[in-house]
């Protein structure tokens, strides 16, 4: 009837229908002849947060704070008449607690569901619906096992069809759910009228069900209620790394929480994955979990759990607790179970276990070869099995590994791997964690510190800095913080940086950080010449260091406490202790830390003038440096840097190395002779100044516009050097060749005059030279050609997918760019090609990194860099597209903004609008935003 009186009424006639079952309408006949359709569901008409609190102010005029407003409409549903009702009981309340008025809700909703919904069903249902809602979702084949009731799915349909608070949650009617607020209602009842042991069987026949579906948390949880520890633990024997593999610890630890604490220890695969999900979350709690785990493996000869225990015990000795004699004394015992339970493993046991074992070699032995060979297993079977948060973590660790072995070129490969997971959504946070704190580690090993600092500021701000305090990341940067400040000179800043470490209360430093902290301390408290303190730190660190092991850090130790003890005049304690670590770093073969001791045993050697063995072991110190490309060592201060250095150069040992060491580190250049001048900074960028040992000597109003241009034109010139007749026909290109000549002795002479003036004396010929016609400026640095060179360096390692290492070229080359080159200084030829030379720099670099920005969520920075690009070349027509495309990606807005703007930029260079209109299409064209034209 309604059909017909549908298709034969007048278009203008408008229906509403309601009712509790979906009607059957004739949706194609309908729509033919021209009636559209509107259907609204229950979760069409379910009310939003926002919707209830209109529904509050402004008709029942109750005030309800946003915390209320949030409860009401999640313990509703959105249900109206649930919203309604409880909303009522308030207003009758006036205003009382929602607690109360939930409760006196409670029982006006479960009177609803008795009298209008329950005793309208059959009698033949009550029993059935009340075991069904002990289920979270309801299978059809498990309510039929539940309820014994073959036709059980027939009767869900009919429910469904008649608006009964069940719905379809598949287009197959296979699966049902029911309405919260009346599961609930079901659920008590269901306590009242079952007996606990039918409800304790409902939860094992479920449990069982999803098992048999592979779907273990579901099964977890119901086997729980249940109270079946027993299935529990053998569930979690099968499963419970799926969980870890997956990146569920979050899921797990709710799971696992609900076991009782006294029965836990009695369940060592519980224990277990319990510990493991407390990593993230409360690291303090995994290793006592994990003791007891142990404990209950071992007792029943389980091989396979006590492993799997003793692998992660290892792992938590690395990561956590520092105790690495402990964790040693285990790695033995764990490779020998791993060969005997090989078949009995798998494929993610494997892996967990190969990685753990990994760990152990590289920090408890320092064998890196045999660490290599179970990381590279892990790797290469998480690859094979797309396990990406595996992964991940073995390529950390391969990096790690070739880190400690002082393999540079080796680790890069590893670390260019493991970057871009810093940022994917399926690893971990412990994991990215320690990704992070392994690309620290390369930029501070690698002595790129102010790449280093950039990153751990961007850490900081995505985690937070009392995260990164709180967690390993914290102590390890106080660490490597202190040696920075050691090799730049800024001891009160190390000594501080120590003293903070060691007064933290809340999480007091294990052992091995303590000896790392206290053995930099010493050597500082030396440095600053108060041995009697420096001593006694000295000889802590050292115990503690015996204490904790690990001959990585034992033979840092010794390098560190000897150099220390030869401040404090102790040089035959120096030199025995110094030869103590060289020879464990021989043993370990750890090329960076022999490099360290040689060097600061030469150093040693200097101070008490024995020149010879000080010669071999430089010779050989920095031949290992340039063979790794190794750039800073620890605690090698640059007074102790500058006299090593000085002395390779005027004896011929390894001078080019020494000298590029000299210049990048110290700002020095070394003379044949060893003698050190220090270089002379020219910043060109936005502005022109000239620095001298840091401190600025002159600026650009001190100088002459001839002689600035005169400089900018040397500076633009290959190795600064230029012809007479060049600068003569470029200043004086009318006047007669001796006149020009007399005038450019002038310049030059004026020039040298005005250098010599400021500079330390006779030092001016070191840096303004003239000779057979030629004249160029030497041991010099300038900005301008750092940043081409740092964006060359970007583009280098873009080209080979290198894309950290070019982001790093990339960060160093922004930070350099503070404006054109040399502003104001007019210059024909060759200045103007050598700004343009920038500007297109400028440009490549935003070009070649904004895509780096962006898939490493830095989307901002990268506007940014855009924006800074477009400041020096505001009609690039390019850069307006990346940038429209940038804007793009968060708002249409702002990328139409960014057409509107250079639209305006264009007409304001008397554009016409036919040209105008080409540029902005072509911009449009290349990419439009999310298919649709901003403009």
């Not at 997956?246 to 220890?265: G, K, V």
């Not at 030279?769 to 160029?776: C, L, P, Q, T, V």
Request: hydrophobic share 45%; glycine share 6%; charged share 25%.
């Amino acid at each position: 009837v309604v059909n017909s009186l549908l298709e034969a009424a007048p278009s203008r006639l408008h229906f509403i229908l309601s009712s509790r079952e979906s009607l059957p309408l004739p949706n194609s006949r309908l729509t033919s002849r021209g009636r559209k359709l509107l259907r609204l569901g229950n979760r069409d008409l379910a009310m939003n947060e926002g919707e209830v609190t209109d529904f509050f102010q402004q008709v029942l005029h109750l005030d309800a704070s946003r915390d209320i407003i949030k409860t009401v409409t999640r313990t509703t549903d959105g249900w109206v008449m649930g919203v309604l009702l409880l909303g009522l009981q308030m207003e009758r309340q006036h205003g009382p607690p929602l607690d109360r008025a939930q409760c006196d809700n409670q029982r006006e909703i479960q009177q609803f569901f008795r009298d209008e919904i329950l005793s309208t069903l059959g009698p033949r249902l009550h029993r059935p619906l009340l075991l069904l809602s002990l289920l979270e979702v309801i299978p059809v084949d498990l309510a039929v096992e539940v309820t014994g009731a073959e036709d059980i799915g027939v009767d869900l349909c009919e429910l469904v069809r008649c608006n009964i608070f069940f719905r379809h949650l598949d287009p197959d009617n296979t699966l049902f759910g029911l309405h919260h607020l009346f599961r609930q209602f079901l659920r008590e009842k269901a306590a009242a009228e079952l007996s606990p042991g039918t409800i304790r069987q409902v939860y094992r026949q479920a449990g069982r069900y999803c098992l048999r579906r592979e779907r273990p948390a579901r099964a977890l949880r119901y086997l729980l209620q249940a109270g079946d520890y027993d299935a529990v633990e053998a569930v979690l024997e099968d499963h419970g790394m799926s969980f870890l593999v997956t990146n569920r610890t979050a899921t797990l630890t709710a799971i696992l929480d609900r076991i009782p604490a006294p029965l836990l220890p009695q369940y060592g695969w519980a224990t277990l994955y319990s510990a493991l999900a407390y990593i993230d979350s409360a690291p303090g709690r995994v290793l006592p979990l994990l003791d007891q785990a142990l404990a209950v493996f071992a007792a029943r000869q389980n091989r396979l759990g006590e492993l799997l225990t003793l692998s992660h015990i290892i792992s938590i000795h690395i990561t956590t607790t520092g105790h690495y004699r402990e964790g040693k004394e285990q790695l033995q015992k764990a490779e020998q179970l791993f060969y005997q339970t090989a078949d009995a493993l798998d494929i993610s046991q494997t892996i967990l276990v190969a990685r753990n074992l990994a760990m152990g070699y590289s920090i408890f032995l320092a064998d890196f070869d045999r660490a290599v060979k179970f990381a590279s297993l892990g790797l290469n079977l998480a690859r094979e099995k797309n396990l990406v948060n595996f992964e991940a973590a073995l390529l950390m660790l391969m990096a790690y590994i070739q880190i400690f072995a002082g393999r540079t070129s080796q680790a890069q490969v590893y670390l260019e791997q493991a970057a871009p997971y810093v940022h994917h959504p399926e690893i971990g946070l412990f994991n990215k964690l320690s990704i992070r704190m392994m690309l620290f580690s390369f930029l501070f090993h690698d002595g790129d510190f102010a790449n280093y600092f950039d990153q751990k500021n961007q850490f900081i701000a995505t985690i937070g800095n009392t995260l990164v305090s709180q967690s390993i990341a914290g102590p390890f940067c106080n660490i490597w913080e202190m040696d920075i400040a050691i090799n730049q000179g800024r001891f009160e800043e190390a000594l501080d940086l120590a003293e903070r470490a060691l007064a933290q209360r809340h999480s007091p430093l294990c052992p091995h950080l303590r000896s790392l902290v206290l053995q930099l301390k010493a050597l500082v408290l030396a440095l600053r010449r108060q041995c009697d303190q420096a001593l006694p730190v000295a000889a802590e660190s050292r115990r503690l260091r015996d204490l904790s092991g690990g001959p990585y850090f034992i033979a840092l130790n010794k390098l560190v406490v000897g150099l220390t003890y030869s401040y404090c005049g102790r040089y035959n304690q120096a030199v025995q202790l110094l030869s103590a670590g060289i020879e464990e770093t021989r043993r370990t073969s750890t090329e960076y830390f022999e490099a360290c001791g040689l060097l600061h045993r030469a150093s040693v050697y200097l101070r008490a003038g024995a020149r010879q063995p000080a010669g071999r072991d430089i010779k050989a110190g920095l031949r290992l440096m340039r063979r790794n490309a190794y750039r800073h060592l620890w605690s090698w201060t640059p007074a102790a840097m500058r006299e090593v250095l000085a002395f390779a150069v005027a004896q011929r040992l390894e001078p080019e190395y020494a000298r590029t060491l000299a210049a990048g580190r110290l700002g020095l250049a070394l003379l044949d002779d060893g003698t050190a001048i220090p270089l002379l900074n020219i910043k060109t960028m936005g502005g022109f100044k000239i620095l001298h040992c840091a401190a600025p000597l002159l600026h650009a109003e001190e100088l002459t516009p001839a002689q600035r241009e005169l400089l900018c034109l040397l500076l633009s010139a290959p190795e600064f050097k230029l012809p007479q007749e060049t600068i003569q026909l470029h200043f004086w290109p009318d006047s007669p060749q001796d006149t020009a000549r007399v005038k450019f002795d002038t310049l030059v002479s004026r020039l040298r005059k005005t250098l010599a003036q400021i500079l330390p004396e006779d030092t001016a010929h070191y840096y303004l030279k003239r000779e057979k016609g030629i004249i160029w400026l030497a041991h010099c640095r300038v900005d301008a050609l750092d940043f081409l060179a740092a964006v060359d360096r970007g583009i280098r390692h873009l080209r080979l997918q290198e894309c950290w290492q070019a982001g790093n070229a990339f960060t160093a080359a922004e930070s350099l760019w503070r404006g054109e080159f040399a502003p104001g200084v007019t210059g024909e030829d060759r200045i103007r090609e050598f700004r343009e030379k920038l500007s297109r720099a400028l440009s490549d670099l935003a070009f070649a990194w904004c895509d780096l920005l962006v898939r490493s969520d830095r989307l901002p920075k990268a506007v940014q860099v855009v924006e800074k690009a477009l400041r020096d070349d505001p009609l690039n027509d390019r850069l307006y597209g990346l940038l429209y495309r940038l804007q793009g990606q968060n708002s249409a807005i702002l990328a139409r903004q960014v057409l509107k703007r250079f639209a305006a930029v264009l007409r304001a260079e008397d554009y016409p609008d036919d040209e105008v209109d080409e540029l902005i299409a072509g911009i449009t064209a290349d990419q439009p935003h999310d298919g649709e034209d901003p403009a």
